[in-house]
């Protein structure tokens, strides 16, 4: 638990700097995707103790094409706090991070708890209400590479969320189609089918791997389903916007 502990100040330290630091699994080869969920838990535990709050969940992996990248047929899962909300419409500084890129997703608000192996109807009656978000990731690692038991210990690369209006939950969002723009241009096209074939495979999935790790969601919580396209750079002076069909639009821009 010590060599654990010593990791999770390191990624820590790597976030609050804006510093990038070399992969765990250059010098612990071996290091495990249990031990990675807890060095995860170990270093978000060192914000919550700095006064940061618990405010949800957020999938990664969630795509299949990603899922056959990293070599893997399971989807990782993060914690998010309230220093990750980036207000709709702002702007968020690009020195915060060190290499950050954004993801369109979906953002599923719960009103009730949901924790073990429940159905898609069921985790569907927990939600409060739907909305299209952007997720800012930031690997802390240097040059943007990890392997899978990396990013898990890494929080999955969670740095910031941008959530747009809350829509009602009955929305069908099973394939809406979706627009990334970069100051006003057109850069990545795609569909809500992406996450795992429908976003509610995603919160299903949530929900039994939060049980797994002896936790719960909890209503109130904001639960981030997964990237929908390939992630673009950010930059300074960039105006960033999503926009899912029927769901409607979520923007925020990026300052020095």
Known sequence: MDKLARYAETLDRAALDARATPQLTHGDPDLSVADAYLIQKL???RRLARGERRIGVKMGLTSRAKMLQVGVDEVAWGRL???MLIEEGAAMSRARFVHPRVEPEVAFLMKAPLSGRVTAAQALAAVEA????????????ENFKFTLTDVIADNTSSSGLVIGQWNDPATDCSNLGVILEINGQVTQIGSTAAILGHPLRSLVAAARLVAEAGEEITAGDIVMAGGITAAPNLAPGQTVRTTIQGLGSVMFRVEV
């Open 130 to 141: 739907i909305a299209p978000a952007m997720e800012i990731i930031d690997s802390r690692y």
């Open 43 to 45: 270093s978000v535990d």
């Open 81 to 83: 706090t309230d220093a």
